[in-house]
């Protein structure tokens, strides 16, 4: 190996500040596509519960069709019987099977004409279920609409959030190369030790970009200058001033 490239402390910082840039980006685009997915399951959970919901609505209306049937076929039955028993008074031997007979005519008519009215009550409530069911199998139409777009719209967003990532990832490769490898990694290190990724943060306001924990204004000053590898004694990310990549 020939002659190694002196590089500055600062130059360093700001390599490791712009690698560290690169790699929160992707950190940033990865938890938005894990997101992403998420929301299309919600959507689906919702479809699946409207499906379940129209299900019921139509064992419902079959229900009440089966009703509606039963009472018409329970008043047919009473007037059947009805006109049974009329024709059973023409041949009767006395008075009182006459009017016993009488009192099963009446009852078979009452009975038909409360089936009339059962079928009837059971029409509208028959109307009402399938007016609901109408309303459901509409909005479910739109919905599966709805979440057919989103799911164009999201397998958009996670191929041009990938292709985004690769590109960031080539980038971050590329400037792994100018670090040299002990800074690489206690970066790599200390990244892992925090969920946000972050190892360089800069100064805010007289804080750890990081922990948020002061900075004695000494320490700022020293870290201003850019002239060695300064770590937050809080939480040991590696701290830069703001100003460094400007
Ligand atoms: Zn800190």
Do not use: W
Not at 60 to 65: Q, W
Request: glycine fraction near 2%; aromatic fraction near 2%.
């Amino acid at each position: 190996m020939a002659a190694i490239k002196e590089i500055s402390t600062e130059q360093k910082l700001k390599d490791l500040y712009q690698l560290q840039k690169i790699d929160s980006k992707i950190t940033e685009i990865k938890t938005l596509r894990g997101e992403l997915p998420m929301e299309v399951r919600d959507m689906e959970d919702e479809l699946e519960g409207l499906k379940v919901r129209i299900q019921h609505l139509e064992e419902e209306v079959t229900k009440a069709e089966d009703v509606i049937n039963n009472h018409k076929a329970a008043k047919k039955d009473a007037e059947a019987a009805a006109k049974k028993y009329e024709k059973q008074q023409d041949n009767v031997k006395n008075n009182r099977e006459f009017d016993a007979l009488s009192k099963e005519i009446e009852m078979q008519k009452l009975e038909a004409q409360l089936n009339e009215k059962r079928a009837k009550d059971a029409a509208e409530e028959l109307r009402l279920k399938q007016s609901n069911l109408e309303a459901a199998q509409k909005h479910i139409k739109e919905k599966e609409k709805f979440l057919k777009a989103k799911k164009t719209e999201l397998t958009d967003l996670i191929d041009e959030t990938e292709s985004e990532e690769n590109d960031l990832l080539s980038q971050s490769t590329h400037h792994r190369e100018n670090i040299e490898e002990r800074l690489l990694m206690s970066y790599d290190k200390i990244r892992k030790n925090y969920r946000n990724g972050l190892a360089v943060v800069p100064i805010r306001r007289g804080a750890c970009g990081g922990c948020f924990n002061r900075i004695p204004p000494q320490k700022q000053m020293e870290i201003k200058q850019h002239r060695k590898i300064t770590a937050c004694e809080h939480c040991g990310r590696i701290l830069v001033d703001e100003a460094i990549d400007m």
